[in-house]
């Protein structure tokens, strides 16, 4: 559904890979009293979790300008894998790489585990979209 829904829009869907047997992963965003998003997610497991190198279209990475990613394909194996593939060929073929540290505690095993994958990957990226809730995590 989601991808005839990008297709009917003009959104080029060919680097669009299926899982038969795992569903595209589901977050509800809910907004609190005091204005602040709450997220719930569905996901374990979820297709982009189970992303392997081997199902990468390398060649579609490497035709990118700007190569965006986030950080929760950092969280567990095999996608933390091909997470670190698509960037590193993204970034080999002249790409500016823009980072999304996109902090979800919940989904993380602990907020170390959290701040250490984050970091990571940090320096690789050219941009990255920061708020003062990053900030403080990530250097306190």
Request: proline share 4%; net charge positive; glycine share 4%.
């Amino acid at each position: 559904m989601l991808v005839d829904m990008l297709k009917k829009n003009g959104v080029n869907a060919e680097g669009v890979c299926l899982d038969a047997d795992a569903r595209t992963a589901l977050a509800f965003v809910t907004l609190k009293k005091n204005g602040e998003r709450e997220f719930m997610f569905y996901r374990n497991p979820s297709a982009d979790m189970l992303l392997k190198v081997s199902e990468l279209n390398l060649g579609l990475i490497k035709q990118a300008k700007i190569f965006h990613y986030g950080s929760i394909s950092l969280i567990s194996e095999p996608c933390r894998s091909a997470h670190f593939a698509a960037t590193d060929a993204a970034k080999r073929a002249g790409a500016l790489l823009s980072y999304d540290p996109n902090l979800r505690l919940p989904l993380w095993p602990s907020a170390e585990a959290a701040r250490q994958g984050i970091m990571s990957i940090w320096n690789e990226a050219d941009f990255i979209k920061v708020t003062t809730y990053y900030c403080s995590f990530l250097l306190n």
